[in-house]
């Protein structure tokens, strides 16, 4: 049973850029988090996707976007990249009878 | 808004001995799920254990157990026989259960736990 997973595993992006990180849920689960972790912190809240749709959405700009597939899997895009936006990404993946979320390895973004 | 408090930045115990790790809350709802993260050098987040407001019982996981006072909106963590497999950062995080607000995940700012041998 495939856990969640995410591509890439690292990057490196140039300010001004724009960036997609890819997540695809664990087996079962249609509901996708993402969340941002900076350096030193715990992970901050950015948006979540259910039946194709954002649900909930936490204090992050509106260059952070998100789409996600009738597969269940899901897109973060950020836009115009700033050094701040330097961070672990983070999808976490539930279902509809769990409130628990499963966590992926993370993609490092580095922006310079 | 929730927030999540855990004021010990770094701690670190002997292989085999017992260790708590400090988490208090703030939240004026009643239904709400409380929840441990061990975030290893792997970058991994991996569930600890889980609490449900609700529920009198403090939450048991082998080595890993909580202690709940929803009064005192504290939850702490207790890790018995130690092993180095624990060290890693450990997140105490926390989720409303009313209305449209029972989607996100609130974390604090995490415990840096070494097992030194």
């Known amino acids: 049973d495939a856990g969640v997973t995410q591509s890439p595993t690292h990057l490196i992006k140039t300010r001004g850029q724009q960036v997609t990180l890819r997540c695809s849920p664990k087996?079962?689960?249609?509901?996708v988090s993402w969340y941002q972790q900076a350096l030193g912190q715990g992970p901050q809240f950015i948006f979540q996707?259910?039946?194709?749709?954002?649900?909930q959405r936490g204090n992050f700009p509106d260059r952070f976007s998100g789409h996600q597939f009738p597969n269940y899997s899901s897109e973060l895009n950020v836009n115009a990249l700033l050094l701040g936006d330097s961070a672990l990404y983070l999808c976490?993946?539930?279902?509809?009878?769990?409130?628990?979320?499963?966590f992926g390895p993370g993609t490092r973004l580095t922006v310079t | 808004a929730q927030t999540v408090t855990q004021s010990q930045p770094e701690m670190s115990v002997q292989e085999a001995e017992t260790v708590t790790l400090s988490c208090t809350y703030d939240?004026?709802?009643?239904?709400?799920?409380l929840f441990w993260y061990k975030q290893p050098p792997s970058r991994q987040m991996i569930l600890v254990i889980r609490q449900e407001a609700y529920k009198q019982q403090n939450a048991t996981e082998n080595r890993f157990s909580v202690n709940f006072q929803k009064a005192a909106k504290s939850f702490s963590l207790k890790i018995s026989d130690s092993q180095l497999g624990d060290t890693a950062m450990y997140f105490c995080?926390?989720?409303?259960?009313?209305?449209?607000?029972?989607?996100?995940?609130?974390f604090g700012k995490g415990t840096l736990l070494t097992v030194n041998p």
């Open positions: 996707y259910y039946e194709e749709e954002e649900r």
């Open positions: 939240t004026s709802e009643n239904n709400y799920y």
């Open positions: 976490a993946s539930s279902g509809q009878d769990t409130y628990e979320q499963y």
């Open positions: 995080a926390f989720m409303s259960n009313s209305g449209g607000s029972n989607y996100k995940l609130t």
């Open positions: 087996s079962g689960h249609d509901t």
